[in-house]
Nanobody
Framework: QEQLVESGGGLVQAGGSLRLSCAAS????????MGWYRQAPGKERELVAD???????NYADSVKGRFTISRDNAKNTVYLQMNSLKPEDTAVYYC?????????WGQGTQVTVSS
């Protein structure tokens, strides 16, 4: 069964750091891009960052310089290092894995940043 398992969310004070991890398993097709999205209450889900199998990265403007996405292709795992966290980063963070023809999602992990 295909699944993405996320870990690393939690509660942190503003200015602190968290590292999210997401491991993909059971996916038959080759995984192209992996990424992180987030959804805050009352808002639409938005891209935070993604990374291709070749290591090319893309970041939302709001997290550039603070977040770093990385990937271990051998382990089908993607990471998100989040530094200098702000209260506006509070959201449920979802991992995604893109293949041809499917896109897979994790169950989400809560990140809460207190001021």
């Amino acid at each position: 069964q295909e699944q993405l398992v996320e870990s690393g969310g939690g509660l942190v004070q503003a200015g602190g750091s968290l590292r999210l991890s997401c491991a993909a398993s059971g996916i038959f097709f080759r995984i192209n891009a992996m990424g992180w999205y987030r959804q805050a209450p009352g808002k639409e889900r938005e891209l935070v960052a993604d990374i291709t199998s070749g290591g090319r990265t893309n970041y939302a403007d709001s997290v550039k310089g603070r977040f770093t996405i990385s990937r271990d292709n051998a382990k089908n795992t993607v990471y998100l290092q989040m530094n200098s966290l702000k209260p506006e980063d509070t959201a449920v963070y979802y991992c995604s894995a893109t293949t041809s023809p499917y896109n897979y999602w994790g169950q989400g992990t809560q990140v809460t940043v207190s001021s």
